[in-house]
């Protein structure tokens, strides 16, 4: 990931939730990982996407604790749950789309 560093154009954290059930207990462990925009490609803990790939971006709030950041892309919709409002981060994938037509 060193590589990327000089072109990161924005940061927005996202989350998961995995449920298990132990010991007849209801466990919850929510980890916290990055979606990182960068000049060329959208990387997250599971996903790589290039630019290109990616048509668009959309956000619904969910709940007052989060909301859901869609991302229109060749292969599907892959969504995403944040806890901040990614309209910055929607707002710069949106100007990279239009600087590259």
Do not use: C
């Not at 990182?36 to 956000?59: K, Q, R």
């Amino acid at each position: 990931m060193e590589r990327h560093q000089n072109n990161i154009i924005s940061v927005i954290s996202y989350f998961h939730i995995e449920r298990n059930i132990a010991y007849n207990e209801k466990v919850q462990h929510k980890t916290i990982h990055e979606l990182i925009l960068l000049e060329t490609e959208i990387i997250s803990a599971d996903y790589y996407f290039e630019l290109d790939s990616v048509y668009d971006m959309s956000y619904r709030p969910v709940a007052n604790a989060f909301g859901l950041l869609y991302l229109h892309t060749d292969q599907g919709m892959f969504t995403f749950k944040v806890e901040t409002n990614p309209k910055l981060f929607i707002d710069q994938f949106q100007q990279l789309k239009l600087n590259d037509k």
